[in-house]
């Protein structure tokens, strides 16, 4: 049975991850210099819900280690916002990244929404709630629902990339997708820098 389990500040010491990981952020809102990191969810493939409340001017030495580890890929959903808000809050640079939006609007094409709960949906039959997404993720204690909400963001990221790994060899799209997400590092920076709005990619 998946279970959840809340941290404060840092992951335990006894807790080690392999090979891949599911990995998203709570924060005080969207903008990424004014609001605060205040979660970080991590999920193995065994469907165990790792959610680390990040206290500001406390150190999270293992978490850091897990986010900059070579040999474990880190899995997010919109990989844009979390690298560039981990960057920002907790000065390391997440690497290496799979981001499963990039990978459905490469291979998905024909469809109109790229979201999580349309991705959960599509591909997995599983109706995502998404109602707990603008609540208090500063407070102290997590509620119950916040919790469950915030473990449901990573639960299913593990087998999203399965199947979107097919669909990006299916059609052709694989390596293309692996281009992306090395570039991911560089976009957070340029974000940070405000260099998002206009976009410099544009002409
Ligand atoms: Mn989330």
């Known amino acids: 049975m998946a279970q959840i389990s809340v941290f404060k500040a840092d992951l335990p ?4 991850f392999k090979g891949q990981v599911a990995i998203d952020t709570e924060t005080m809102g969207l903008n990424l210099l004014r609001d605060r990191l205040c979660l970080v969810q991590l999920s193995d493939e065994q469907g165990n819900a790792y959610l680390v409340q990040i206290i500001k001017g406390v150190d999270c030495p293992n978490l850091k280690k897990v986010l900059t580890d070579k040999n474990i890929l880190k899995i ?7 690298v560039a808000k981990i960057l920002n809050d907790l000065n390391v640079m997440v690497q290496p990244v799979y981001c499963t939006k990039i990978a459905s609007k490469l291979s998905r094409t024909s469809c109109p929404s790229h979201s999580l709960k349309s991705l959960c949906y599509d591909l997995l039959g599983v109706s995502l709630e998404k109602e707990q997404q603008t609540s208090d993720w500063g407070s102290e204690e997590l509620s119950p629902a916040q919790q ?5 963001d990573v639960l299913y990221l593990h087998q999203l990339k399965e199947k979107l790994d097919r669909l990006l060899q299916r059609e052709g799209r694989y390596e293309l997708a692996m281009e992306c997400f090395s570039f991911l590092g ?3 920076k340029l974000d940070l820098l405000s260099f998002n709005e206009p976009d410099i ?3």
């Open 13 to 16: 010491d006894n807790i080690s």
């Open 186 to 188: 560089t976009r957070a």
């Open 76 to 82: 997010f959903h919109f990989a844009r916002f979390d």
């Open 148 to 152: 469950q909400y915030a473990a449901n």
């Open 201 to 203: 990619f544009n002409h």
